[in-house]
């Protein structure tokens, strides 16, 4: 369970780190995939330094508590999506749901469940 557990969340920090990275080199391309469309150079700027910080650090954070299983360090991550699936929910509430509200937000909640699993694991060892 422990191996399975540091598996599914390294991955998934690998996987962020490497999505975050994508928006520091391709800003443009990753806004688009994330629906967000970048206004001059400035906006450019803005998914390059606040999406890539997101990912990364999310990213980081996550490999980093799988790695040393460390419960504490996968606060990080945790309150990231945690915030994030609360934003898309509110959003749902304010703005309605699109046809593609709902894929993000199980992807959020699975890797938040990964991670309160990894964290209550690696607490007992």
Known sequence: MIQALRLAVG???ILFILIGLAFLVHPAAM?????????GSQ??????ADLTAFFVVGGLFAALGAWRQDAQALNV?????????????V???????????????VVEAVFIGLIVAA?????RR
């Not at 309150?79 to 699936?85: E, F, G, N, Q, S």
Request: net charge positive; charged share 15%.
């Open 11 to 13: 991955l998934g920090g």
């Open 31 to 39: 806004g688009a995939l994330f629906f967000i469309e970048a206004q």
């Open 43 to 48: 906006g450019l700027a803005t998914i390059r």
């Open 77 to 89: 991550p945790l309150l990231l999506l945690a915030i994030a699936l609360f934003g898309r929910t």
């Open 91 to 105: 959003s749902l509430v304010f703005d309605g749901r699109g046809p593609d509200a709902i894929q993000p937000m």
């Open 119 to 123: 964290q209550r694991v690696f607490a």
